[in-house]
């Protein structure tokens, strides 16, 4: 599966963004949708996820500003972020994982920048 993550920019702190991440198939069959995010010389981390179930999980630094969702019929999942802090810069990636017979299967789409600077 393909994935197109789209949306970043350049935003004001206290700003919001809505990323969107495009699937080129079906995500019914995707056990976890995830928005991860890598800042400048910084490893890469989970922010949120999302269930095939619904379930939700975010990193600390996000929970109660970020949120997650998907829509399957759209093959869709999106990233709603709020009161953006400076310390939320980082190049968003959009990710899939499929477990399949004991095997994890991982897709990732190309990042999109997000900057939250005055």
């Known amino acids: 599966v393909q994935l197109q993550a789209y949306g970043g920019g350049l935003v004001q702190p206290g700003g919001s963004l809505r990323l969107s991440c495009a699937a080129s198939?079906?995500?019914?069959?995707?056990?976890?949708m995830g928005w991860h995010r890598q800042a400048p010389g910084k490893q890469r981390e989970l922010v949120a996820s999302i269930t095939s179930g619904g379930r939700t999980n975010y990193v600390d630094s996000v929970k109660g500003r970020f949120t997650i969702s998907r829509d399957n019929d759209k093959n869709m999942v999106y990233l709603q972020m709020n009161s953006l802090k400076p310390e939320d810069t980082a190049v968003y990636f959009c990710n899939a994982v499929r477990i399949r017979n004991y095997n994890v299967y991982n897709y990732w789409g190309r990042g999109t920048q997000v900057t939250v600077s005055s």
């Open positions: 198939e079906s995500i019914d069959s995707m056990n976890v």
